[in-house]
C-alpha cells in the first residue's frame, strides 16, 4: 500500500497530501497488512461542553474553523446538539444537552468541558474489534453500519483510559459531510485564513502509577509501539515531576503521549489534572501548523492567553548552542513566546495555550515541525515552570 493511500478522508478533503503530512506530523511509511489494528489516521475529537452552540461560534471565530455540519432537535436529535468544525484535516465536534435527562449533563458535571472521544479512521472496524476484544478490551459499540443517502459509515468504539473512548469510523462508503445523521452546514461569511492544519498529538495524563499499563494497553489491544521514552528525572522541576511515555500507530499518524503523576515536593500539574477533571482523561491536543508565528499572532488578538516563557528561556546561551540555525530569528520567537527544540532529525518550534474552559484541564499546543520527531523535551522543564506558575495563582499547588 502506497502512502497517499493512507490518508484519511478529512486529509484528502483538506487537500493535504502525503509530503505535506509528513511535513507537518511525521508520517512514516507503514504496511498495514502486518498490523492487528491497522489504524489510517485521526478522525474526529469529540468534546462534551457545556454550550456547544457557544463553543461553536468561539472555534469559528477564534480559531478560524469552518463548520461543516450539525445535528440536533431541528434535525430529529432531542438529546442533544452536536455541530462539527474543520480545520485542514483536524476535525471537532461539540456536543452540548439540550435535554436536561441527556446522559451528557451528567458527564459534564464530572469532568467540565473535555475531550469524551478521540475517533480513529480505520480501514476494517471489525478486525480492529475483534483484536481488540482478545485483548481483553472493552468493547463499547459493537461494529455496526449508520446509512443515510450518502452511503454507509461501519463504526464501533472501544474503552481507553478513564471515561475516554476511541470510535473506530471506517467512511470509505460514505460521501456525505460528517457521519448520517448530521446534516451538512455551513456558516455564512468566509472562513478566514486556515490557522492550523492537522492533529499532531494527543496527550492523555492517567493515575498514578497507571501509566505503564496503558502503554501496554494500546501496544497489546491497538499495535501501537513505543515512540520515545522519558523518565521523572528528566522533566522534574524543583516542585513536581511527572512520567510520560509516547505510543504511536504504525504509520506515526495517530501520536499518543501518556504521562501519569510522580510523587514531587508539591502536587503536580498531573495530579491537579486529575482532580479536576475528575480522572484521567486527553490533557492537551497539538496542531500542526506550518507558521506557528502567523497562527500565534491571529489568536493572540482574538484573546487566546498562552503560557508566558521568561526572558531567561531565550537568554539562556545553551539554548542558543543548543537550537542552533532556526528559519526565523530568535527574538521573533521571544517576542510571542515561541519555544524551540532540537533533535538528531531536526528541530520544532511549539507553543502552548492556557486551559481552553473553566477547569484546570484540556488544553492545546500549537506546533511547527521542521524534521523533528520530537515532542519538544528539551523544553519540558521550562514548560512545566510556566504551568506551575499559573498552578500557583490558582491555589493548587
Ligand atoms: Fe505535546
Known sequence: MTLAQTLTDAEKLAGLDADQLRRLTGLVDHDPSRDPFPVTGWDAVVWVV??????????????????????GPETGNRDHKAYVLRSGAVCFEFRGAVDPASELTERHRLHGDGIADIALEVPDVDRCVAHAREQGATVLTEPHDVSDEHGTVRTAAIGTYGSTRHTLVDRSRYTGAYLPGYAARSAPGRPGPRLFEALDHVVGNVELGRMNDWVEFYGRVMGFTNMAEFVGDDIATEYSALMSKVVASG????????????PGRRKSQIDEFLEFHGGPGPQHLALATSDILATVDVLRERGVEFLDTPASYYEDPDLRARIGEVRVPIDDLQSRGVLVDRDED???????????????????????????????????????????????????I
Do not use: C, W
Open 50 to 71: 457545556g454550550n456547544a452552540t457557544q463553543a461553536a461560534q468561539l472555534f469559528r471565530a477564534v480559531y478560524g474553523m469552518e463548520l461543516v455540519a450539525y445535528s
Open 251 to 262: 504509520n506515526h499518524r495517530v501520536k499518543f503521549p501518556l504521562n501519569e503523576p510522580s
Open 346 to 396: 531536526g528541530y520544532l518550534l511549539q507553543i502552548f495555550t492556557k486551559p481552553v474552559g473553566d477547569r484546570p484541564t484540556v488544553f492545546f499546543e500549537l506546533i511547527e515541525r521542521h524534521g523533528s520527531l520530537g515532542f519538544g523535551k528539551g523544553n519540558f522543564k521550562a514548560l512545566f515552570e510556566a504551568i506551575e506558575r499559573e498552578q500557583e495563582r490558582r491555589g493548587n
